[in-house]
């Protein structure tokens, strides 16, 4: 039997461990062959540590060391033991074993190997800095091939835990030109995970380094996969043309022309075609024809100054139907539409199957969370929350108000708009002072009015007390230039009679005191009115009963608020004066002073001989929002298109200044309105004023009957 070949098979075995886990197994120690009890001794400890027994495993490789100290395999069993603690967990142990090895074998292979271990240990405990640290010592001196390679793919190692990917690309780079044929493929599969967590700009920075054509292959393949995951389809097809030029022979040059070619089918699409989803039909019609007008009017006028590009609408009608326009919009895929407009509802549904299908659809809907759907729908359409946002901008910034309270209806618009405009106060810092809802249903709000301003309830004495305490606090600076004007009386008085002189006041007779009880007793208690403003979310109907009611009830000197519903002339005629100075907000004013809204009212009015109204233009700007789009030369893509929806910065629409979120959603300039006379007026919003000057509002609201002229003023 050879003797050496058991030496053999331990050596192996124990390179094994030394270059073991995430290690290549690459390192091949040169030690004399050894025979007789220590040959048999060490053999057995490594039976035992093959077996999992390291304790007994330990024992032996000790007792290896204790007898045979300068034996050819000592630096093996200190190696052997080092391994043990670390798999036990005990890495400073085995640090402490290790740096026994190179203290007892400083010059041999052993050593060197212990060094790379106690880097490993560190890097097991986390301890990545000082990986880096002690790593920079040891590469100072002279490094064999093997432990220089397995140094710097550690070091790639722990550069890529700590989220450096850039420092371990350098770092596998590093040890890949030292690696043999047979030890690069493990080089590149940890060279390949740091290359997929690289940024666009580090693939930039790592190419302007390389020097003779490695990693740029990779780099070139890894940054193309990256691009079309993020379906940047441009950059994708761009990036990857060009790995396959430079690198025909490469081992992803396949799989990259197998990506190219899913690309071009992606590419296939009629670019200048788009989808429309409305309901012509069903109880929501007749808003499906209003949205027909404005899309069909910015065709008209979009092809008429653009001649180069036939933009082609395909219509489809909802009926309001979820699963219609769900099935819509795959006939629009099959038709091979660049984007869709609308629906006005269903939009969910429709939603759903557009981003299934990776159409960018632009939804005319308020439905909440709608482009939570997915990167590719869009919404162009004005919502409660930006209404709220809007009226209490102008409110607390231009006009300095503070104090807010809400009178609402009990019903899902009212608490919508109750919740979202409390949520808003004190977001901007305000207070609401009173909350009073009502039932949709009535015609009499003296109740809700009385509880909003404590008319009614009885009010304790001792209340009573203290409210006029209240007031009078508020009040201290009027009381004290009362106080002041009257010792001006009192040092100027030019009247010389002497007050003792002064004939005496006759005493009230007690009939006198009596009527004067029993008129104090009649009279009614005034309103508290410890509010700025009033916003009523509701229709023209009801807020116009309830506008003159709070007149009724002197509820004077305030401002009122309310939503778009207010934009209807049937609010002045039954508000009469009392809502004049009464703003709101809408996503359209036809009377606006704009160039672009009145070319476009002047244009609605001779095709169609009528006014716009909101949904005709939002579904105009919809459309010429995606003409422009499609008609741009670098839109070659689906995904494009929606790069560049999310990139649209403030559209000068007839809606308002238009962009949209990260998430599709839109950001639009509201417009805000006020009631003058018998019309309405654009506010503008650009710089604030004080409340005393009033350079916004014309007037306090409730307060001036005059402004409504020609009107019966009792309410």
Known sequence: MNPSKPIAIILLLLLQIVLGGCLPKTTVLTVPVETGPGKELFSKAEKLFQAKSYQKAREAYNEYITRFPDGPLAGGAFLRIGTIQEALGSHSKARDVYQRLIDAYPGSSFARDARVEILISYYNEGMYSEVIKQAADFLKGTVPRVSYLRTHLLLGDTYLAMGSPVDAVTNYVLAYKKAKDSEKKGVISRLEEAVAQLESEEFLFLLNRTEDGFPAGYLLYQLGLNHLEEEDYEDAERVLSIFIENFPGHEKSQQAQILLETISKNSVYSRYTIGCLLPFSG??????????????????????????????????????????????????????????????????????????????????????????????????????????????????????????????????????????????????????????????????????????????????????????????????????????????????????????????????????????????????????????????????????????????????????????????????????????????????????????????????????????????????DTAMILFEMVSRPEIRYRSALKRGLLQLNNYEGVTGLTAFDSSGDVRKKLFLLQIKGRGFVELERHEPVNREQQSVISSPLLNDPTEFSGVNSNP
């Open 283 to 620: 109880p929501y019609g007749a808003y499906g024809n209003r949205a027909l007008k404005g899309v069909e009017l910015a065709l008209n006028r979009f092809s008429s100054q653009n001649v180069d590009h036939a933009i082609k609408i395909i219509f489809k009608d909802t009926g309001s139907d979820p699963d219609k326009a769900a099935e819509a919009v795959k006939e629009l895929f099959k038709e091979n539409v660049a984007a869709i407009i609308g629906p006005l509802v269903t939009a969910e549904t429709a939603g759903v199957e557009a981003q299934h299908s990776g159409i960018p659809i632009i939804t005319l809907t308020q439905k909440e969370d709608i482009t939570q759907i997915g990167d590719y729908v869009f919404r162009n359409f004005f919502t409660p929350a930006m209404q709220v946002k809007t009226i209490l901008s102008f409110a607390v910034e231009s006009l300095g108000l503070k104090r807010f309270a809400i009178l609402y209806p009990d019903e899902n618009y009212g608490t919508t708009f109750m919740n979202l405009f409390w949520d808003e106060v004190l977001a901007h810092g305000g207070r609401i002072v009173g909350v009073e809802s009502y039932n949709s249903t009535h015609t009499d709000f003296a109740d809700p009015i009385k509880k909003l301003v404590g008319l009614y309830y009885e009010v304790p004495e001792d209340l009573k007390t203290e409210k006029n305490r209240a007031y009078e606090d508020e009040n201290d600076l009027d009381l004290i230039d009362n106080f002041v004007d009257m010792d001006f009386q009192f040092a100027y008085d030019t009247d010389d009679t002497d007050p003792a002189e002064e004939p005496a006041k006759e005493p009230a007779d007690e009939q006198t005191k009596e009527t004067d009880q029993k008129d104090e007793e009649k009279k009614e208690p005034e309103p508290i009115i410890d509010f700025d403003a009033v916003f009523i979310p509701d229709a023209p109907t009801k807020s116009g009963l309830i506008i003159p009611q709070l007149a009724y009830y002197d509820v004077q000197d305030i401002y009122l608020f309310g939503t778009n519903l207010w934009h209807s002339d049937s609010l002045i005629e039954m508000s009469r004066q009392y809502a004049q100075g009464a703003v709101l907000t809408d996503g359209f004013f036809a009377q606006s002073d704009s160039a672009n809204v009145k070319d476009f009212v002047k244009d609605f009015r001779k095709t169609y001989g009528e006014d716009p109204g909101f949904i005709e233009a939002v579904a105009y």
